[in-house]
């Protein structure tokens, strides 16, 4: 299988490359400079609109992985924009190459987010459910019409909305570690506040069906099938490293320090089902959170 994937060089993106290699598959990495000789590296320049469509001519599938960290810190107006143009920019310059090809690929997976829902307190949401309000809610639902040319043009095209991953190498469970393992960690805000996550592992076994299953299209909420909120998240990860957890972080020193972010991606409430795997049979190594705790930081 021959697999062009943007943002290699990420979280998801690693984890990934690694996974389809000891599968046998021939991934293609797009990179923002020049490609190095002897290597199956394209280069592509999204601010430039730079992408040679045949560089991707006999590609199976293509996984859409780029886009500015939304955990980089405060979101200022000039991050925000950065977020949007970074997502906006690759999408569309990377669908319309694609809608250039004489034999497309059979499938594009596109990154995208729960951030899609919103704040939704304690009602539980699928993917059937209509999004939220906020930025991050307006930024997904533009970043997923983004990709409208690629299916237009019959290529099957499945939206990643991904929860928190957990990893150790990255993400928010790698930024929480410090903290919890000092004995300071604790719930955010009133830690009343579902949290959507997945396993690192079920998170790439997720995109890796979404490559190979006909039955997935459109949105796929990447998360476990057991969300917790704030606090039990907190308690248990405090219980895994053996660490207290008294010392929750307060809404308002969070506004004060991340701004938007905190109220967007922080303190806010979403309870998502993966309805889509759930429906396609996905076997999660990690359903429960401890277990995903365990699997992860004892590896």
Same mark, same amino acid.
């Given at each position: 299988?021959?697999? %062009?994937?943007?943002? &290699? /060089?990420? #979280?998801?993106?690693?984890? $990934?490359?690694?996974? !389809?290699? @000891?599968?046998?598959? +021939? ?53 925000? %924009?950065?977020?949007? &143009? /970074?997502? #906006?920019?690759?999408?569309? $310059?990377?669908?319309? !190459?694609? @809608?250039?090809?004489? +034999? ?69 469970? !790698? ?75 307060? !809404? ?48």
């Amino acid at each position: 299988m021959n697999i %062009a994937i943007t943002g &290699a /060089s990420g #979280l998801i993106g690693r984890m $990934l490359v690694a996974h !389809a290699a @000891s599968h046998g598959a +021939r991934l293609y990495p797009l990179v923002r400079r020049q490609a190095q000789l002897g290597t199956l590296e394209i280069s592509w320049d999204p601010h430039l609109g730079v992408l040679a469509a045949a560089d991707l001519e006999g590609m199976d599938a293509v996984v859409h992985l780029a886009g500015e960290n939304l955990g980089s810190g405060r979101w200022t107006a000039a991050r925000k %924009a950065r977020f949007r &143009a /970074s997502r #906006l920019q690759s999408t569309t $310059l990377l669908c319309r !190459a694609l @809608s250039q090809l004489r +034999r497309p690929p059979e499938v594009l997976v596109v990154a995208s987010a729960v951030g899609y829902y919103g704040d939704r307190g304690d009602v539980e949401v699928n993917e059937d459910t209509g999004p939220g309000r906020g930025f991050l809610a307006e930024l997904v639902q533009a970043w997923e019409a983004a990709a409208g040319p690629a299916r237009d043009m019959g290529i099957r095209v499945v939206h990643a909305r991904f929860g928190i991953v957990l990893s150790r190498h990255g993400g928010a469970l !790698a930024r929480q570690l410090p903290l919890f393992r000092w004995g300071l960690g604790g719930p955010l805000g009133s830690g009343h506040q579902y949290v959507s996550w997945i396993a690192a592992t079920d998170a790439i076994g997720a995109v890796w069906q979404a490559l190979h299953d006909a039955t997935l299209n459109g949105p796929c909420n990447i998360v476990s099938p057991q969300p917790v909120t704030s606090a039990e998240f907190a308690g248990t990860l405090g219980r895994v490293l053996r660490r207290p957890v008294w010392l929750p972080a307060p !809404a308002f020193a969070l506004r004060l320090l991340l701004g938007d972010m905190a109220d967007e991606a922080l303190l806010v409430s979403t309870r998502v089902r993966p309805g889509c795997l759930l429906s396609a049979g996905y076997p999660f190594v990690c359903p429960e959170l401890e277990a995903a705790l365990r699997h992860e930081l004892n590896r």
